[in-house]
């Protein structure tokens, strides 16, 4: 319409007057005198349904058909000899109700109430030769009728059975079923049925008129004056079934001031008008992106809490190798949808309660760094447990415990790091364009400059704050900050963890930095946000809903708007371990094992096939920081280790180790002027087989 309206208007002579006359000769389309007005005005509704505007919801209607339709078929299909018997009666009965149907025909009954009249005629008038004649042409008739009818089925009868003697297998049956299928319709009463009545087991049963009721005793949507219902959602998409759940596209009505936001802001209050669970609601918004807009919700209900089916297993478990540059598979959603996650150039923050699966799940991006050579870890596990104990097979740095001596060792693993990333900056920004675009690695840069990937992975930091003073507790939080802040444009992974979600154990000046996020259940919505970011509960992303029951579930954030409940895989610690073994064969084979790897003897002697007694190898672990230790301190740190030492006593561990074949040179050890019965690191390391001590 503009077209038609402008195009002459530019056109148009200067001329004041050939102007006016120009416009006069001019009519607009939308003029209510234009008889064309009304064909030509295009129309601002929509050609397709709803359903079927985007690809989503044709995708999501033609996948719930299916399902439904494979259930029937199932349903159905269990039940066939049930309904083969009762079209067996049916047919029967059929027969039976058709046979007494055509026998008046056959018997030619039409004729008999004439002849039985002209009896009782000539009963009554016994002389009268004209009634007895008609009677007799009457009884004649109704013989003539009797024969060509009966002839007439028969010879139906024997034509069709000598088709069917020469027609194909197929045929026979066709005809068989139709024949039966007529008998059946004849003997089908009204009130009978073939089929059962089936219906999908749905334990929530959901339509539009629910959604708008429960949206709007949350105050959602405005509540309507007398018979008026008052405004409702615009159901873009369902509700319909999608997996094993209820899924609806939705927009809020205009002229109520609420907003996609208000809508997550609410889960619980909807969950609770739904009749579910909190847990079992999962929304979120629909952006610009994806043909959304501020009002535009999506909303899947399932039946059951989606989180408490047996966690999937890792497929990493399986693979010999793998790239970092490739996306790590983490766990799955609430559809049972695979979430991976892209780590290059990225930082990652777990928290979360005790015992909730967060180490695990944490350890599903370390375990990745394993099977790709050129990536080389720093392993901090300040809980000195056994979930890190064989990272000694693989990194170059490995901190155990949050005793002195540890955070000593630690504080140098920063100092280390920091220069590492100064000197690759440098290395960087020599490099010509051509080899380095964007001032940070490429496979070609790291393969070439032997610049690998750095995994630095913190665990339980909470325990190193509190070893710490606040002076060296802000030097360490500004340490790894920058490390977080600079670092990934050199190849530096930060992977942190801690299970005390507050301020102290998790700064706001490292916090929020971290692009990628994952938090178990904690207990509100605060130490939610403390871990996941500021204002993400309010967003839908809160971990405060999960329960004691969802181990290893946790809310994934990704980005300022991106997150997802998500049950990660499940990586055993033997596994684990198993994937340790794998990425120091990787690393010997491309020339990549370096640092504490490389000579630590525990691992040279798991790797070279050697039996070394377990409290050797885990004294050795708990001493790896220091070159003697008092016996008390090794028998506390190995109880850590490993509950099972937690009735050792001096004696017991002396025996073990004598029996393991450490001779100590002295019994006593002088540590900061206490000289207690201890062992030295050089005496332990010298009971291991003289192969693998090599120069060492």
Request: proline share 5%.
């Amino acid at each position: 319409m503009t077209d038609i309206l402008t195009k002459p208007l530019q056109d148009a002579p200067q001329d004041a007057e050939d102007a006016q006359d120009a416009t006069q000769d001019v009519e607009a389309v939308d003029r209510p005198d234009n008889p064309l007005a009304d064909w030509l005005t295009v129309p601002d509704v929509p050609i397709l349904p709803a359903w079927a505007r985007n690809w989503t919801s044709v995708r999501a209607n033609s996948g719930a058909l299916i399902k439904v339709g494979w259930w029937h078929t199932r349903y159905h299909g269990l039940r066939t000899p049930k309904y083969a018997v009762k079209v067996v009666g049916y047919s029967a009965r059929g027969a039976y109700r058709g046979g007494r149907r055509l026998w008046p025909v056959l018997a030619a009954q039409d004729h008999t109430a004439g002849i039985k009249a002209l009896r009782v005629q000539v009963k009554a008038k016994p002389d009268d030769v004209v009634l007895a004649a008609q009677a007799v042409v009457a009884h004649r008739e109704r013989t003539e009728a009797r024969r060509w009818r009966w002839g007439a089925a028969l010879g139906l009868a024997s034509a069709a059975a000598v088709a069917l003697n020469y027609a194909t297998l197929g045929l026979q049956l066709a005809a068989g079923c139709m024949m039966c299928g007529g008998l059946t319709a004849i003997g089908w009463s009204d009130e009978a049925r073939i089929l059962d009545h089936g219906i999908p087991p749905l334990r929530i049963a959901m339509d539009a008129a629910q959604l708008n009721d429960a949206l709007r005793a949350t105050g959602l949507l405005k509540q309507g004056k007398g018979d008026d219902e008052g405004p409702k959602v615009n159901c873009i998409m369902g509700p319909l079934r999608d997996g094993n759940g209820w899924a609806v596209l939705f927009d809020l009505p205009k002229g109520g001031g609420k907003t996609a936001a208000d809508v997550l802001a609410k889960r619980t209050a909807i969950a609770a008008e739904l009749g579910v669970d909190e847990i079992q609601v999962i929304m979120s918004r629909v952006r610009a992106v994806a043909g959304g807009n501020a009002g535009r919700v999506s909303m899947w209900v399932a039946d059951d809490d989606p989180y408490l089916s047996p966690p999937t297993t890792s497929p990493m478990e399986a693979l010999d190798t793998f790239s970092i540059w490739d996306a790590v598979p983490f766990g799955q959603d609430a559809r049972g949808n695979r979430v991976s996650i892209p780590i290059v150039w990225q930082s990652m923050f777990f928290g979360g309660l005790p015992r909730r699966g967060k180490t695990f799940s944490q350890r599903l991006l370390t375990a990745a760094g394993l099977l790709d050579a050129h990536v080389r870890h720093y392993v901090c596990d300040f809980k000195g447990g056994q979930d890190w104990i064989q990272m000694r097979q693989v990194a170059h740095r490995l901190v155990l415990g949050a005793e002195e001596d540890a955070i000593l060792a630690f504080k140098a693993l920063l100092k280390e790091l920091l220069r590492e990333m100064e000197r690759r900056f440098t290395i960087l920004r020599g490099l010509p364009t051509s080899i380095c675009p964007e001032g940070k690695l490429t496979p070609e840069i790291v393969t070439r400059y032997n610049m690998p990937f750095i995994l630095f992975t913190v665990d339980e930091l909470q325990e190193a704050f509190l070893a710490v003073d606040d002076q060296e507790r802000e030097e360490i939080i500004n340490d790894m900050a920058r490390i977080a802040r600079r670092g990934p444009a050199a190849g530096f992974i930060s992977n942190y963890a801690s299970q005390r979600p507050d301020a102290k154990s998790v700064p706001t000046k490292l916090r929020e930095i971290i692009t990628i996020r994952y938090s178990t259940q904690v207990t509100d919505q605060t130490s939610s946000d403390m871990v996941l970011g500021k204002g993400k509960a309010a967003q839908g992303a809160d971990a405060s809903v999960l329960s004691e029951e969802h181990k290893g579930v946790g809310v994934l954030v990704t980005g300022p708007a991106s997150f997802v409940t998500v049950k990660a895989d499940m990586l055993e610690t033997a596994a684990f371990n198993t994937m340790c073994a794998k990425g120091r064969t990787l690393r010997e084979q491309a020339g990549q094992l370096t640092g504490d790897a490389a000579n630590d003897p525990s691992a040279i002697a798991e790797a070279s096939g050697f039996t070394v007694s377990p409290v050797l190898s885990d004294c050795l672990s708990v001493m790896r920081h220091s070159p003697k230790m008092h016996t008390a301190d090794i028998l506390a740190r190995l109880e850590n280790l490993d509950e099972d030492y937690g009735d050792w006593d001096a004696e017991r561990l002396a025996k073990e180790l004598d029996d393991a074949g450490v001779k100590r040179t002295t019994k006593q050890v002088n540590i900061g002027g206490k000289n207690l019965a201890g062992y030295r690191r050089e005496d332990l390391e010298a009971a291991m087989p003289t192969e693998l001590l090599g120069d060492r």
